[in-house]
């Protein structure tokens, strides 16, 4: 079993105040934020063996990545505080999971980022053997937008997978009021909301989708893009969380930090356990602890649909993705520091925007990965 997450509460700082000026953000982030946050513990974890302290010697000065919007957010955070540490700047651009991984198989950046570990045959498109290396994990929610709602929603997997297949077309169908009776007199059609651009969010949220509904899993199945049978598209966590909150009687799903942000509803999501559970990190950190035994070597690895009381089921990891063999020394030394101080020191700052830390036997994956990393046969991590 896992130990519990490490959890660092002391930068409660407004979000916006943390984000370079082109660096991305989600839409109408207020100046704070609330999120429910994990239990805290005592581990090694975040310590690690090198502590990365000040600019490097012989190490690029800029490196380049592009990818997920799911953890945008976090990414932002760490960015600016790793250029104040060591000088230097991480330009990255969140353009969702598909642009991370082209980006990474055309070598048009340094790192690529995804919510949906690379396929086989997308790992065979690229230059050379691909890496991905876990860097937080968050929780998937359906996010709404029902005025009349005096309680927050509570959804099964049966409903939510009727409601994005076009089965379920009003909020008050017999199957949602089942559960909420507050929907009873509201004959709203659901707008449906969901990813236009390829996305990492898009496959956490289809496999969970294929992982409960065998309907869903025949009709359309799991992937970073999919044949949506129903609804608008919208780009980015950050344009779903903004469509919904300007279009009533809306529902779509983001990162929970976007619909934090946003205020916007939540819903309970019905668990493998037959639970109601709200989303929180203490419900990701269940999710990765019913799975830990499960992580394979190239830790691509799906932990929706766990099982556990607490579990919150549609969680997931996300990874940056390298090359193992690199080209360019000083690129490659500046990216392995990177790598390892976000899976050690960055992990603080996790929490408070709405991400869980990485449990220890993770981040002692992650260490062996980043120290595979070299440049013509030669280790590119320098230990400091």
Not at 89 to 118: E, H, R
Not at 204 to 209: K, M, S, V
Not at 292 to 318: H, W
Request: with cysteine; charged share 20%; glycine share 10%.
């Amino acid at each position: 079993m896992l130990r519990q997450f490490v959890l660092f509460v002391s930068l409660l700082m407004p979000i916006v105040s943390c984000s370079p000026s082109d660096a991305p953000k989600p839409t109408s982030a207020p100046a704070t934020t609330s999120v429910p946050q994990a239990s805290t513990s005592t581990s090694s974890a975040t310590q690690g063996a090198v502590v990365i302290n000040g600019p490097f010697a012989g190490e690029a000065k800029t490196l380049n990545g592009a990818g997920a919007t799911f953890p945008a957010v976090l990414y932002t955070k760490w960015f600016n505080e790793y250029e104040k540490v060591t000088s230097v700047k991480v330009n990255y651009q969140s353009i969702g999971s598909g642009g991370g991984i082209k980006g990474l198989q055309d070598a048009t950046v340094d790192f690529g980022a995804t919510d949906g570990p690379m396929t086989d045959e997308q790992l065979q498109a690229a230059k050379s053997a691909v890496l991905h290396i876990p860097m937080t994990l968050g929780a998937i929610v359906l996010t709404y937008n029902v005025p009349e709602a005096k309680s927050p929603i509570q959804l099964t997997g049966e409903t939510i997978a009727g409601i994005f297949l076009g089965d379920i077309k009003k909020w008050n169908d017999a199957k949602l009021v089942a559960d909420n009776p507050d929907l009873k007199n509201v004959g709203k059609d659901i707008v449906v909301v969901h990813r236009s651009d390829g996305s990492g969010t898009s496959f956490a949220f289809t496999d969970y989708l294929s992982a409960v509904s065998d309907a869903w899993k025949s009709k359309v199945g799991k992937g970073t893009s999919v044949n949506w049978p129903t609804g608008l598209g919208a780009k980015g966590n950050e344009g779903i969380a903004g469509e919904v909150k300007q279009s009533p009687y809306a529902i779509g799903y983001v990162e929970l930090i976007y619909a934090t942000q946003n205020k916007l509803g939540v819903a309970d999501v019905k668990n493998k356990a037959g639970k109601w559970v709200t989303p929180s990190l203490d419900g990701v950190t269940a999710s990765a602890a019913a799975m830990a035994e499960r992580v394979p070597e190239d830790l691509r690895v799906s932990i929706v649909n766990a099982a556990g009381d607490k579990v919150y089921p549609i969680s997931t990891f996300t990874w940056i993705i390298v090359y193992q063999n690199q080209t360019d020394k000083a690129k490659a030394i500046a990216l392995t520091r990177l790598l390892w101080w976000a899976t050690h020191d960055g992990q603080k700052f996790s929490g408070n925007l709405a991400y869980a830390p990485l449990p220890d036997a993770i981040v002692k994956k992650d260490e062996a990965k980043i120290m595979s990393i070299g440049v013509n046969g030669t280790p590119a991590f320098p230990g400091k």
